[in-house]
């Protein structure tokens, strides 16, 4: 319906395609930026962002873990570059391998992280489709990122691209360190090939029901977004597109801290409550039992899910299909796209102009001034 049609709902029916173009220019940079020696010496892995490119880190660090048995860590551009302790920093063979990642390469702290990183001896990857960019020239190298041009909204394809970028390079990781056959390493590889038409197949029921879900939710004045493991960046994604389009409150959570903190909110019949929860995950029981529990406090809910009820007892609650890859490492490839379809929905129903137009009091944003004009301190 043309009441729904935004950009960024465009930026959403548009990743089907955009899959499978990054796939084919995205896959053999990652076999290439790093060398077999250089892959080698990696004893330990950081991966930083801020923002959208932050939810992608957190979206593949247990991807990371899993195909290459590398320790690994999400830390914050901010910690990296101001806090993180410097004996942890360059040590036996430039390690951590810090992999930073930032489309633009501009924000300050992103730069700031990195020139740190550097200084204290660290091999630095930037994953930007800014090779000029303080990010790109504080690198050893770069995975050069190159997403076709697209009308502007809250980041939704340039965060299919961070996480495809990251999900590959971790598969490429895994395999020169032999941690699976070349063969197994090409079926990783074509999971996430495939997730494009998966997703094309899913798309006109997941708009008709995230439509619908706006229509009930757009007065809402707060959002909860719960996930843990894999689901947690979706979830913490969703809020950060529900403030960008929106311009509401929202918050996220994982699914154990729920019950300790979230589920104590008043009004929580105006609360709607998104759940990541796919059906492989090992939190997957404790997904269910707060679904169960959000319904007692008569919550509006969501659950974003590869599966459907019977994975849930049955509980109440609008199901929303997402694609299920063969392997779950690779579910974050898409399963964000339902919360930038509810957040697109709502900000063109209650005639929101995403990121406040960076006009009035919202003015010192425009054009990113507020993250890119930092103060940089190494």
Known sequence: MKKYDNPMSRQVESLPELIEQQYDDLEPKTRKVLSFQEIYNIQRIVLTGCGDSLAAAMATKHAFEMLTGIPTEVVTAIELGRFYC????????????????????????????????GKLGCFVLGVTGNEASPLGIHSD?????????????????????????????????????????????????????????????????????????????????CYDFVGSGFDYAAAWFGQAKILEAAGKFAMHI???????LNFFARNAREMGTVVVANTTSPGHSRAREMVKYANVLHRPLVVITDGGPEDFGGEKAVYIKVPK?????????????????????????IGEEYGRGCEGDWSFSKNGAGVTESEIIV
């Open 254 to 260: 994982n699914t154990e801290e729920w019950f300790h």
């Open 141 to 221: 190298k770069i995975l050069k990122l190159d997403i076709p041009a697209f009308e502007s909204a809250p980041g939704t394809r340039s965060y299919l691209v961070s996480v495809m970028s990251l999900l590959l390079l971790a598969i490429r990781f895994g395999e020169v360190r032999h941690q699976y056959t070349m063969d197994q390493a090409m079926d990783y590889r074509m999971d996430i090939q495939r997730q494009g038409e998966l997703l094309r197949t899913l798309l006109p029921e997941m708009k008709t029901v995230c439509q619908a879900v706006a229509e009930e939710w757009q007065g809402f004045p």
């Open 325 to 349: 890859p063969e392997y779950p490492i690779t579910m974050p490839l898409t399963q964000f796209a339902p919360v930038c379809l509810i957040a697109a929905y709502i900000a063109e129903l």
């Open 86 to 117: 410097e004996r942890h920093l360059g040590v036996d063979c430039r390690n951590p391998l810090v992999i930073a990642v930032s489309n633009s390469g501009t924000g300050a702290r992103v730069s700031e992280a990195v020139q740190r990183a």
